[in-house]
């Protein structure tokens, strides 16, 4: 068996998760993103 | 008894929901009814903004972000009004877009003399109520001083960079968490409270942090006297 040098077929990364726990919150509460998506 | 809880609330001075959010959290704090410790952290939603931008909020946000004019009234008047319901007087045709590192930096500073709360509320009302800038070292100096800083001192720190790196690390560690967005709050290191909640969402949230203490603290007696 050769070693895999490339990363091909291997899985994609993937992004990074929080390492919180979110809690019930209202998802509509307002917040600011920088991009203006987010209410500001 | 067990240590008072510690929230970590990642915030940057230009943002709007931030302010309204902390009035918000210390109310749920206050129906908590029991000491949080609250420290502030470094989130900055605009790092490409000059620190004399020539422009102001409506500018920026139609220009720099592509949103239309009417669009980008629309959400300050929202906001605005938001603002208004929990006693904070936003004046939008005073603000002064800018560069918010240096006032992260103060922020550092101040955490590090014990007075970053103070410095935290006097750098947002400068912002959203005072019309005051929070860009430039010489204003920020001059904040510094109204709560009890050493202005001097205040000036050589943000010439010479010296809280950079903390900011840079805030930052990094927000991105850690997988914040996108503030204000962010992390009660106990490990629960996660996104936006401008309600009051009550916070103090539920401290007292469920509590009740899980106080489970864990009469769980690690009971193993004690077997």
Redesign the interface.
């Known amino acids: 068996m050769s070693e895999n040098t490339t990363g091909a077929g291997t899985s994609a990364p993937t992004a990074?998760?929080?390492?919180?726990?979110?809690?019930?919150?209202?998802d509509t509460?307002?917040?600011?993103?920088?991009?203006?998506s987010?209410?500001? | 008894m067990s240590e008072t809880i510690k929230v970590d609330i990642w915030s940057?001075v230009q943002?709007?929901?931030?302010y309204?959010?902390k009035r918000k959290f210390e109310a749920g704090v206050a129906a908590f009814g029991d000491d949080v410790e609250v420290e502030y952290h470094s989130f900055?939603?605009?790092p490409d903004t000059p620190v004399d931008f020539a422009g102001s909020p409506v500018d920026y946000?139609s220009e720099r972000?592509?949103?239309p004019v009417p669009q980008v009234l629309e959400?300050?008047e929202?906001?605005t009004g938001?603002a208004e319901s929990v006693g904070l007087h936003y004046d939008y045709d005073s603000v002064h877009q800018t560069n918010t590192i240096k006032a992260h930096e103060l922020l550092h500073y101040a955490k590090a003399h014990g007075l970053q709360l103070e410095m935290k509320e006097t750098l947002l009302k400068a912002y959203f109520v005072d019309g005051g800038h929070v860009g430039r070292i010489e204003d920020l100096a001059d904040l510094a001083a109204t709560v009890g800083l050493d202005r001097a001192d205040v000036v050589r720190s943000l010439t010479e960079n010296e809280y950079l790196a903390a900011v840079k690390a805030d930052v990094a560690q927000a991105?850690?968490?997988?914040?996108?967005?503030?204000?962010?709050f992390?009660?106990d290191?490990?629960?996660?409270?996104?936006?401008?909640?309600?009051p009550d969402?916070f103090a539920q949230?401290l007292r469920?942090v509590q009740g899980e203490r106080t489970a864990e603290s009469t769980s690690t007696t009971e193993e004690t006297h077997v």
């Open positions: 990074p998760r929080p390492i919180i726990q979110l809690l019930e919150q209202d509460a307002g917040g600011c993103c920088g991009g203006g987010c209410g500001i | 940057d943002c709007p929901w931030c309204i959010g900055e939603l605009a946000l972000k592509g949103i959400m300050l929202r906001v938001i991105s850690e968490y997988g914040i996108q967005g503030v204000p962010f992390v009660i290191g490990k629960y996660g409270i996104s936006g401008a909640q309600d969402t949230a469920q």
